[in-house]
């Protein structure tokens, strides 16, 4: 028999901290993601409903730039945005991988403030990353 | 001889409840120190204004600090300690030291009457401070920091381009000002008049402030929150305070004469004899007709500013725009300004520069106060910035806060006013 030792978590971590992006008023929108896949939501309700009307574009805007995420993380690609109609869209990308934290913030936003916030929502998503990598990694034979 | 004993602690917390996040922030800032502190600076973003609102923090502070600790501080953009950098959450700075007497002074109403307020201040610091006989003199302040005025019909906007609003913008900003106690500071004014009561004292504050939304701001002192009131803690000791101010603007040698102003100067109307907002966006290639709300960042790397009399630069943000006037954060000197500017590389170069210009190498501690619009402008830059004082620092405290302006004086020198410039304080 196999037992993985690891820790059963009730909630997501990654989904917490997420959940206090989005309590800070100009994140829309934030998201764990990579091209064509959201990997990790905010676990309350979701967005804020400012973000409904233009979510399908910004989605496909989105999937689009995560090519371009795919093809120079490798090459130390860190951070991008776009800015569609009011919005600005900001991936903080993890390093050597094709996936970013993703936030929607209002055009007019301080984004200077939002961008440190932004930074260490990033930084502890990777230490989550890497304490769960480590957990999935102990295994015990009986 | 026993040596004096000096201890110096920061303390964080990142909770979203207000009371929950008073008192993770005293605890974690007392619990190295082996006595209570002699004096507590506290500073919070604005977000607790939401989550249970700010006499709940500090009651949560109250909750685990020893009852008749000296404190004051405000409401500050962001922060950055050896822990981190942060847009969000509550620090502290708490010193125990056993050579040092500690008073706090409160003035009320800056903007409505900026000498009574430092008056009323200074006379109480001056009073408590009257036995104490050790050589060094510091006060920290906190200013109320400016505030975006409301214009009728309009709102709150960085840019009117309405020609009606806009023509009498000035005197509803003059009104704002001093009857509702919102729009700039006068901080430029409370720095001058506490100068002149304390002539044998080192000045080191900063501007309450929210997120660099500017709609409000608070300060607190003791048990109580306030608006409108400057704070001052002032300390008599035996410790050698060193300083140093930078800010990594530099000069382009465009210069654009004052023809007509207002407001005491914090309002210029007129530059080259033609319209201000005209003559210095065309000179910095944004067309009138193109510029929005985004006013800060737009122009933060090409600041306006102008030379104090002892040849310091004064670098002045640009608080609006109305329609062909300029509205500065504080009254100009002289009859010149002139364009600066500055880049990420060399806002991030001045935090090297001030620290190799301070004399101390080991320093036990150090308060800084930088501008948020240097937040703002160098966003997750702001991390690097970091490591340069943590390499400074090494094991000993410090804590940075992101304010809405910033002010020194030193005995035998000009009191001075600032926006987007960093100064550090070390002991």
Redesign the interface.
Known sequence: MIYILGVLLKDDPIALVLD?LL??DDILACMVARRNMISVMPSGDGFKPEVNQIWDIIKRAMDDVFGVIGAYSPAGLG?MEFRLQEYEVLFYVFPDTESALVAIVPA?A???????????ARREILKIMGEQDTAKGIVVHA | MIEPKFEASVGMSRKWDAREAGREVAETAIKNLSRPPDFFLLFSTIHYEKYGGFQEFLNGVWDVLPEGTPLIGGTVAGFTNPQGCYTRGATALAVSYSNIDVAVGVGNNTRKNPKKAADECSKSIIAQLAESNYPTKLLIDIIPGPTMPSFPGVGSHWVISNPLVARVAPKLLEMSVKKFQLGQGLEDDVIEYLAEDLKDHIIFGGSSSDDNKLVTNYQFVGMEIKKHSLLGMGLSTDLKFNYAHTDGLSPTGIKFKITKTSQGSRIIKSLEGKSASDTFFRKIGIPLELLDDRILRTTFFYPLGFYSSDGRICPNAIGCVLKNYLALNYSIKGDYIELFKASGKTLIGAVNEAIELLPIKNPKFGFIISCLARLEALGIGVFKEKEILDNYFKNSPYLLVYMGGENTSFPNENPHHYNETFNILVA
């Open positions: 206090d309590k800070l951070e007019l301080n984004k200077g403030l939002l961008e440190v916030e932004m930074e260490n």
